[in-house]
């Protein structure tokens, strides 16, 4: 309308910037299945996404899950102090790898379906039956990863680095200047926010698409040194 791009034959580009305002975000950005659509498409199959911080995964073994898009995978620290991101996903059936949440998986992953295991690089270690005369190789068969780095103690993903690699988009070239923002919140001494229960403090769980828990609204707030940053905005109708 009026010579507006076209991004889909269901929204022209005014129509999508009214839905974020200044202080508010439009309730169909959360709920619009079309949205959604344009989100996998441009944000989470193009962009580096944030999937966890160092604080999550200090030892070998362990590990944290998130839900990336419509992608499930695994932020996990490995023997040798390198961190991978892989999908939560075995390759032999399609089943979940590990449940949601956050824990230790110790020195290897083993699929509950039919005990496949695999090193915490998310190659594969056993697979009961598995006959390699037959042509089929081991490597063929690991976890799959995706792009992973890091800035400050956050990890960031990629799901599709080569697709990157190519365009040359880098976590460092997204980030820009924003990496010199924050001077006042070291990211060093940031870590996830945390709540009080009957049982003493645990980490609260925390959505990976942004700042805004789904159906409640609700800030994130990190802590730096004791000072709570919050973003202060809301949704509007």
């Not at 959360?30 to 193009?46: C, M, Q, V």
Request: hydrophobic residues 35%; charged residues 20%; positive net charge.
């Amino acid at each position: 309308a009026g010579g507006a791009r076209c991004l889909t034959k269901d929204f022209e580009a005014p129509e999508l910037a009214s839905l974020v305002r200044a202080d508010s975000v439009h309730k169909r950005v959360y709920t619009d299945p079309a949205l959604f659509a344009l989100e996998l498409k441009y944000i989470y199959g193009r962009a580096w996404i944030y999937v966890g911080h160092e604080s999550q995964v200090p030892a070998a073994g362990d590990y944290h899950t998130s839900l990336i898009g419509d992608q499930e995978v695994i932020l996990v620290r490995a023997a040798d102090a390198q961190v991978h991101v892989l999908y939560n996903r075995c390759p032999h059936k399609g089943a979940k790898v590990l449940p949601e949440g956050d824990g230790s998986t110790g020195k290897f992953f083993r699929c509950p379906y039919h005990a496949w295991t695999y090193t915490l690089d998310g190659a594969l270690r056993t697979a009961p039956y598995l006959d390699e005369n037959a042509g089929i190789q081991k490597y063929e068969l690991s976890l799959h990863p995706v792009g992973v780095d890091t800035w400050g103690g956050f990890f960031f993903l990629h799901l599709t680095p080569h697709e990157a690699a190519a365009r040359g988009h880098t976590l460092q070239k997204q980030i820009g200047d924003a990496a010199t923002r924050p001077a006042n919140y070291p990211p060093a001494a940031l870590r996830p926010p945390r709540r009080l229960t009957t049982g003493g403090v645990q980490p609260r769980p925390r959505p990976a698409r942004g700042v805004v828990e789904p159906g409640t609204a609700r800030p994130v707030i990190w802590r730096a040194n004791g000072i709570a940053m919050r973003p202060e905005f809301h949704l509007h109708q």
